[in-house]
């Protein structure tokens, strides 16, 4: 048996504190408000401390009850995305993906309509996230893009996606004619991204140039990064699989293409349980997943 209190108490206490009444909370679930209070109490009682204080006509979260909404409600998402998932046709299959924030934004998430037009069969369900997570552990997942250095896990098989081209990007409204590319980023406003482990520095010393020593915009994620440089704010040193939509629209463009050196660095790092890697939704996933890198790599 689970050490855990019945689930007609987590019932009630989720639904008097999702609404933050109990009488809404009683309508909610054909209760009267005498049963919804007795639960309440009854599941304080178990923990020994109160997850509410009662006032007149209305009822507030303590700080025990707050952190025990925030991760009650994450469990009652999944157990409701599983009563889904059993209630679809029998062929139908869901695949639960992580990725991380910017590749999710920028580019698989333009993808994936390609991939249910192809493959009407399998649902998605996408979460992003910057952490790294476990699929020994988390077996709601499927399929984990993330990141950085990946930590090796026994039962768990991670393959690279493949190297991406790190290269100053910047609005075409920021070329001046008859100014070379590197005397022209000189003269730029750089952007750091701060989670790039591909820095300003790096790329100056590759190209031995000088970097110029004045203050720089940061932002926490590859996508703003772009974002800014879009804009117009200025040079951005980021992933051209990042930047594929403004790359091909001519919102951005590569300065000093063909002039200096790029930098070609494996940055995203596709993670599965080894026991399910003949399992029908995830085999699919991932061979149109680089099939998608093999064909943007071959433009």
């Given at each position: 048996?689970?050490?855990?209190?019945?689930?007609?108490?987590?019932?009630?206490?989720?639904?008097?504190?999702?609404?933050?009444?109990?009488?809404?909370?009683?309508?909610?679930?054909?209760?009267?408000?005498?049963?919804?209070?007795?639960?309440?109490?009854?599941?304080?009682?178990?923990?020994?401390?109160?997850?509410?204080?009662?006032?007149?006509?209305?009822?507030?979260?303590?700080?025990?009850?707050?952190?025990?909404?925030?991760?009650?409600?994450?469990?009652?998402?999944?157990?409701?995305?599983?009563?889904?998932?059993?209630?679809?046709?029998?062929?139908?299959?869901?695949?639960?993906?992580?990725?991380?924030?910017?590749?999710?934004?920028?580019?698989?998430?333009?993808?994936?309509?390609?991939?249910?037009?192809?493959?009407?069969?399998?649902?998605?369900?996408?979460?992003?996230?910057?952490?790294?997570?476990?699929?020994?552990?988390?077996?709601?997942?499927?399929?984990?893009?993330?990141?950085?250095?990946?930590?090796?896990?026994?039962?768990?098989?991670?393959?690279?996606?493949?190297?991406?081209?790190?290269?100053?990007?910047?609005?075409?409204?920021?070329?001046?004619?008859?100014?070379?590319?590197a005397t022209l980023i000189k003269k730029l406003i750089l952007i750091d991204s701060q989670l790039n482990n591909v820095t300003w520095a790096s790329w100056f010393t590759l190209n031995n140039l000088r970097l110029p020593a004045r203050p720089r915009p940061?932002?926490?994620?590859?996508?703003?990064?772009?974002?800014?440089?879009t804009d117009g704010m200025g040079v951005a040193l980021e992933s051209t699989r990042l930047a594929e939509r403004e790359l091909a629209r001519g919102d951005l463009i590569e300065l000093g293409k063909d002039v200096f050196k790029e930098i070609d660095v494996?940055?995203?790092?596709?993670?599965?349980?080894?026991?399910?890697?003949?399992?029908?939704?995830?085999?699919?996933?991932?061979?149109?997943?680089?099939?998608?890198?093999?064909?943007?790599?071959?433009?």
């Open positions: 048996m689970r050490n855990i209190p019945h689930f007609t108490l987590l019932r009630a206490f989720e639904s008097a504190a999702r609404l933050k009444s109990f009488t809404l909370a009683a309508q909610e679930l054909h209760l009267t408000q005498s049963a919804i209070s007795h639960q309440v109490r009854k599941l304080e009682d178990y923990f020994g401390c109160a997850l509410f204080i009662r006032r007149n006509r209305r009822v507030e979260l303590t700080l025990e009850g707050q952190r025990f909404l925030e991760s009650l409600s994450r469990i009652f998402d999944v157990i409701e995305a599983a009563c889904a998932e059993v209630s679809l046709a029998p062929k139908a299959q869901v695949l639960a993906l992580y990725c991380a924030p910017s590749l999710a934004v920028k580019w698989l998430g333009p993808k994936l309509p390609q991939f249910m037009k192809a493959y009407p069969d399998i649902t998605i369900r996408l979460t992003t996230g910057s952490e790294q997570v476990d699929l020994v552990r988390m077996r709601e997942l499927d399929i984990s893009i993330c990141y950085g250095t990946i930590i090796e896990r026994a039962g768990i098989v991670n393959e690279p996606l493949g190297t991406e081209r790190n290269v100053p990007l910047c609005s075409p409204s920021l070329v001046e004619p008859g100014i070379d590319a940061s932002f926490d994620r590859a996508a703003m990064s772009l974002s800014a440089a494996v940055t995203h790092t596709v993670s599965w349980r080894a026991d399910e890697s003949q399992v029908p939704k995830i085999r699919i996933f991932k061979d149109w997943l680089y099939q998608q890198v093999n064909v943007a790599s071959e433009r």
